[in-house]
């Protein structure tokens, strides 16, 4: 069974990204992670994203596109990455979530991945 | 009295079939269930493919005679169902589908039929779940309660009751809780779940107002059918032990909680003649292995508890100081308003007036609002002092029983506190 962990973010954390003093800590917690999950084989896809002030939104609002700086709500914690995994169940998805950097320094939510309606074959 | 014999396959009359299928549902409805979900986390559907093969048993028993092995009979003919049901998906063969297949209705050892009740309680319990449908959703796949019976007792109609059920096994489905017992390292935190789910049927019990059940009708023996079973499934736990020595103890004074008239009668008055002696011996034993397993914890201290209430009249006097420190203890286990009340009651019985009446102020007082055995108490402390807010925190209490012959009690209390002519 697949899910999502999608991997949340405060603030504060994501600044270590680009503060010399804590940006070692924090990519090699980040890179002993990947690296045990990728090695467990399970990972069908992942990505870690750009912080939010590089995201640019759009929607239609009466028929007319209308683009926006930066992301769609503003919030205390934002989307840093995520990993899509193959796994048995829940709880061993959760197990992998409690394992990132991202569970102690935000959050991670996880999500069932939809299967394709019964019909779409 | 005539018993259908099993394998006989002439004259058997229906009632005999009817009897043995109602005595099958009520044995193994749980341990059926269990065992279809684990397939694929699809309780609903279980459920539906369950009920049609108790169906089906009713047609086919009268003419076949009753299988050697009803479950697996029982068991081959939901799981043709949920083929059937499933027949347009591609479904991945599972350890389950093997056990399933390799189940034999002729096979007479009901020891073939592996037992995956616990983990099916695990699942129902999961963190995944709203907490307060845990409970329904235990009572209803392993007892086979339906959500009419569930919702009286949680004074809910039945049709919300339903809906909510409806939802909560789409959760399990959907998310991917797995039948699998939790990891060593979770156990304890997931069993405290469990354990939590099966008090709450017990209902809400505390000896301030011993039994207030609220009038709705009491899952007082389901609980303790559920606490056994989870005792006998994980024989080691010391807080399962704890949990069925604590509900045996309460359900043990029972008869003695109201009088020929139906009035209430609150602990300390009690005849202890009326208490079942049974049950308080088994819940002795219980509580006295669990605690040589050497791990003490909130279900534990609350049996010990009650242990000291019920030897109140044989020793002829309450073993005040016992009572207190084992407050205090699950105090530190398990700081609850239930368990602050409670020590606050047992510091007012001790004559520590003030002490009991520091332990209710501490209290947030919207945690309290709701909660019928602070009032209680929060009147007792003050009765005790002559203040005149005393009858206002009976008021409160009054309007928060649910249980009318509590509240006569509380009623009639309010008249005896009164000063000057009635």
Known sequence: MQFMLIMNETAAERDKRNDPAVAGDYWGAWTAFVGEIQQAGIVVNGDGLQPPHTATTVRIIDGKRVVQDGPFADTKEQLGGYFTIDVPDLDTALAWAAKSPAASGGSVEVRPIMLPPPNAA | ?422
């Open chain 2, 1 to 422: 009295m005539t018993t259908a014999r099993a394998g006989s396959a002439t004259s058997l009359g229906k009632d005999d079939v009817a009897e043995t299928v109602v005595e099958r549902a009520r044995a193994s409805y749980g341990r059926l269930i269990a065992l279809l979900s684990a397939r694929d986390g699809d309780i609903a559907a279980s459920e539906d493919a369950l009920s049609e093969a108790f169906a089906a048993a009713l047609r086919a028993w009268p003419r076949t005679g009753i299988p050697a092995n009803p479950d697996a009979w029982l068991l081959t003919t939901a799981r043709n169902q949920l083929r059937n049901a499933y027949r347009h998906e591609t479904v991945k063969l599972k350890a389950i589908d093997e056990i399933l297949i390799r189940m034999d209705a002729s096979d007479a050892k009901p020891a073939t039929i592996p037992d995956m009740r616990l983990a099916l309680m695990f699942v129902c319990a999961h963190p995944a779940i709203q907490e307060d449908m845990r409970t329904p959703l235990m009572l209803q796949t392993i007892l086979g309660l339906d959500a009419g019976q569930i919702g009286s007792a949680f004074l809910v109609s039945p049709t919300t009751m339903g809906q909510r059920l409806v939802r909560a096994k789409a959760k399990i489905k959907l998310a991917g809780i797995g039948f699998a017992l939790p990891d060593r390292d979770v156990m304890a935190e997931r069993l405290d779940d469990v354990l939590s789910a099966i008090y709450a049927a017990f209902g809400t019990v505390w000896d301030g107002v011993d039994g207030d059940g609220g009038g709705q009708p009491s899952l007082a023996g389901e609980a303790i059918f559920l606490a056994r079973l989870i005792v006998s499934l994980l024989p080691g736990e010391p807080e399962a032990l704890g949990l069925l020595a604590l509900m045996l103890y309460i359900e043990a004074r029972r008869p003695a909680r109201a009088g020929p008239d139906g009035a209430f009668i609150p602990l300390r008055e009690q005849d202890a003649r009326l208490w079942r002696r049974d049950l308080i011996l088994e819940a002795e034993a219980i509580l006295t292995h669990a605690g040589a397993l050497g791990r003490v914890g909130r279900f534990q201290l609350e049996a010990a508890i009650q242990s000291v209430h019920v030897q109140t009249p044989v020793t002829g006097s309450v073993n005040w100081a016992a009572l207190r420190s084992l407050h205090e203890l699950l105090l530190q286990h398990r700081p609850s308003i239930g368990a602050f009340v409670s020590y606050a009651a047992v510091l007012l019985g001790m004559g520590l007036v003030e002490a009991a009446r520091e332990v209710l102020d501490s209290l947030e007082p919207s945690d309290v609002a709701h909660y019928q055995p602070y009032w209680v108490t929060r009147h007792a402390v003050l009765a005790a002092t002559q203040d005149g807010e005393a009858e206002a925190a009976l008021k409160r209490a009054v309007g928060l029983t649910r249980n009318t012959s509590v509240c006569a009690y509380l009623l009639a209390q309010a008249r005896r506190d009164r000063p000057g002519p009635p």
